[in-house]
């Protein structure tokens, strides 16, 4: 009579036994698939961009817009390399754009939302109306729609004249998307669309705490309004940080509206804008939805916990920096600065998984 076999040999044997019918055990991954905490594989990372401007320029030098369909840099986040994945779910990138040049017109599922961090004489045009980019206008392009960009200044070889190039940067829902195997995209025929509204029509159908008396909510769930000028949403800050308590954690702070739900701007995004009030020294906090910083104005400085392991990054203008999932976070700033973000936080809300937690 054979001797009885160790467990550890039954349970090796089973295994390889298994495995040729796509069989595994749940017992050996059950700790790591319902983890009792967030334990993202993202790190935080910081982009400087006195550092990345100059590569963003030699792309300029390197393929046309045109050639490139969108010239773009991608910020990965540094333990997802190849990916094309800032966090998880959210795609990051610096797109380019220079006098005289065309983004070709093209539509795709994935949602993406612009933010301006310099230079001005560009446009997006976005189903059949164009809007201006302007340095801190947060802009949307929505699922499925068409939409091309493009710089009517001079071309930059014309010395007498002042075009300049100008970057944004792109936020889209392109790992979710993939995740869910959803994306469809197609290019137009056209390179730039047809123009059919005017500029500001969308801001004054929309943008003023009004809406036509009959209306359909024009792009689903995501806001009917394109862009979302700077001006106004500085303007508010400044104003609160004036006349109304300030957050210990936050500083100032404001979520961009759909009008038409109150919710977020589009489905798969939240995005903010906040100003941290000079000599603010904020308290930590956490939260599950993964974030994406562009900063506007002034310096400060974010110090990110996480995983055993800690991140100071002092920041300055037009500098980005990420913030994953579950990474405890405070935010400081000697002189005052106003910070732009963008997280996947509705989708955590739609499945009743957003978590908080403030220190
Ligand atoms: C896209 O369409 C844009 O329209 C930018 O500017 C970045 C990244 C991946 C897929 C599509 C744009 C993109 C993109």
Not at 23 to 42: G, N, R
Not at 125 to 151: C, K, L, N, Q, Y
């Amino acid at each position: 009579m054979n001797a009885p076999h160790p467990t550890a040999l039954l349970r090796e044997q089973l295994y390889r036994d298994i495995d040729p019918l796509n069989l595994t055990p749940l017992w050996e991954v059950l700790h790591a698939l319902v983890p009792q905490q967030p334990t993202s594989p993202c790190v935080p990372g910081l982009w400087k961009y006195e550092e990345v401007r100059p590569f963003l320029m030699r792309a300029g030098e390197a393929i046309t817009a045109e050639e490139a369909v969108r010239r773009v840099l991608i910020l990965e986040n540094p333990a997802l390399r190849g990916q094309s994945a800032i966090t998880q779910s959210l795609y990051a990138g610096l797109q380019l754009i220079l006098p005289g040049e065309i983004a070709p017109s093209h539509r795709h599922t994935q949602s993406a939302l612009r933010f301006i961090v310099e230079g001005s004489g560009a446009y997006t045009a976005v189903d059949g109306e164009r809007t201006s980019m302007r340095p801190g206008d947060f802009i949307i392009t929505p699922s499925w729609t068409w939409h091309d960009h493009g710089h009517e200044g001079p071309a930059m070889s014309d010395a007498s004249t002042s075009g300049e190039p100008v970057v944004w940067l792109d936020g889209l829902d392109i790992p979710m998307i993939r995740f869910l195997d959803a994306g469809f995209a197609e290019n137009n025929t056209s390179k730039s669309q047809t123009v059919s509204r005017a500029e500001g029509t969308s801001y004054a159908r929309y943008g003023h705490n009004m809406a036509p008396v009959r209306h359909d909510a024009p792009f689903g769930g995501t806001s009917p309004i394109f862009s979302y000028p700077y001006e106004r949403s500085r303007e508010a800050l400044e104003r609160l940080e004036r006349d109304a308590p300030v957050d210990a954690w936050d500083g100032v702070k404001l979520r961009y509206l759909n009008p038409l739900t109150g919710g977020s701007p589009m489905p798969t995004m939240a995005t903010f804008m906040q100003k941290l009030p000079a000599g603010f020294d904020g308290k930590g906090w956490r939260q599950t939805d993964g974030a994406v910083y562009s900063v506007v104005e002034g310096q400060g400085r974010a110090v990110i916990e996480g995983g055993g392991r800690s991140w100071t990054f002092e920041f300055a203008p037009r500098d980005h920096f990420v913030v994953p999932s579950w990474h405890t976070t405070r935010l400081s700033s000697e002189n005052g600065c106003v910070l732009f973000s963008f997280s996947d936080r509705p989708v955590h809300q739609a499945l009743g998984i957003h978590h908080e937690e403030r220190l």
